[in-house]
């Protein structure tokens, strides 16, 4: 059997190298966080509270509103981020798996992160802060193990 002209060959598919594997989830959970923290921020600031009223439920309901749309924001930028990195390091075939997991896991450990700061902040819980922060921590790496680790399954 003689071998393919160079036309006719399939083209060879470039190994995403290992930093990019590992920092481009990273940099879309970071684009995520500070785009729902400007989005929640900009809501805020747009929504009518009176800096001078003796009324401090106004300006609650204003941070509350603010808050729930930079996190659903900060989910929505998440996906969108996860999946434009699923696209750029994995294979057809194989992207919605390591998607759906680490955006669950994160909002899973986001969760978590959550009710471990309201504890710390209600001072039941004495290991509440450290559980917090470990969890947000692990928000940030996460999605990298998850994409290194469905890369090399792919090989």
Do not use: N
Not at 16 to 26: F, H, I, K, M, N
């Amino acid at each position: 059997m003689t071998p393919l002209p160079p036309v006719l060959r399939a083209p060879a598919v470039a190994r995403p190298s290992g930093r990019a594997v590992a920092l481009l989830p990273l940099a879309a959970v970071l684009v995520a966080l500070v785009g729902g923290g400007l989005v929640g921020l900009g809501v805020w600031a747009v929504t009518p509270h009176d800096a001078t009223s003796r009324d401090g439920w106004a300006d609650l309901v204003a941070v509350v509103v603010g808050m729930l749309v930079g996190a659903v924001a900060a989910a929505v930028l998440l996906a969108v981020g996860l999946t434009a990195v699923a696209r750029r390091l994995l294979a057809p075939g194989r992207r919605l798996q390591p998607v759906l997991l680490a955006l669950g896991l994160d909002l899973a450990l986001a969760a978590v992160g959550i009710r471990a700061l309201t504890s710390a902040a209600d001072g039941a819980a004495p290991l509440a802060p450290a559980v917090a922060v470990l969890a947000g921590l692990l928000v940030l790496v996460v999605p990298s193990v998850v994409v290194v680790l469905a890369e090399r399954r792919q090989v």
